[in-house]
């Protein structure tokens, strides 16, 4: 496109150089019959000519204008909606790092009470075993207190009758036989 414009204004140049290089000439002296002669109808035609390039220029100047505009928005909005593609990119991206945070937090959550169930499980069986062997060592206690208990009775009891016994000994020895006789009838 650049070229075809310099090319116009090329070929309007040289028109225009041929032009004021003969009016220079003639001025310098130069006899008009030196000259080819350029008649008025050719000089209107050339004026013409230079008013329709100029004309052309600018409305090819104006059209590429109008269409460097167009790329020019065009790349704009083009840029506008890369922007806007590469934000919606980062929200979905946050959205989506958030969401795993938030898994991964909940994951750990879960995971930190089902190690805090299962510790207060297993310090509340390791209670109930302690509790128990306690209960069992307070019943064996018990049930050895009250053997050796049943068994310091009957020493006891065994202790009395053999004293019974020998204190009876004792009386009917020093009594004899007749004081524990039974007593006639009166």
Request: hydrophobic content about 40%.
């Amino acid at each position: 496109m650049n070229a075809h414009y310099a090319s116009r204004a090329a070929a309007t140049l040289a028109m225009l150089l041929s032009v004021c290089a003969q009016a220079a000439d003639t001025e310098r002296g130069k006899t008009v019959s030196e000259t080819p002669a350029v008649s008025a109808d050719d000089l209107a035609a050339i004026g013409e000519r230079i008013r329709q390039t100029g004309a052309q220029i600018r409305a090819d100047i104006k059209e590429a204008r109008a269409r460097l505009d167009a790329q020019k928005a065009q790349e704009e909005a083009e840029r506008k909606r890369e922007a806007e593609q590469a934000r919606q990119q980062a929200i979905r991206e946050s959205k989506h790092r958030q969401a795993v945070e938030a898994a991964q937090a909940r994951t750990r959550l879960e995971a930190a009470a089902r190690t805090e169930q299962a510790e207060r499980e297993r310090q509340e069986a390791l209670h109930a075993k302690r509790q128990q062997a306690e209960r069992a060592k307070r019943e064996e206690q018990l049930a050895l207190a009250a053997q050796s208990s049943k068994e310091e009775q009957a020493a006891r009891l065994r202790t009395t009758k053999e004293r019974a016994a020998e204190a009876l000994s004792q009386a009917r020895a020093s009594a004899g036989v007749r004081a524990f006789a039974e007593e006639p009838s009166r």
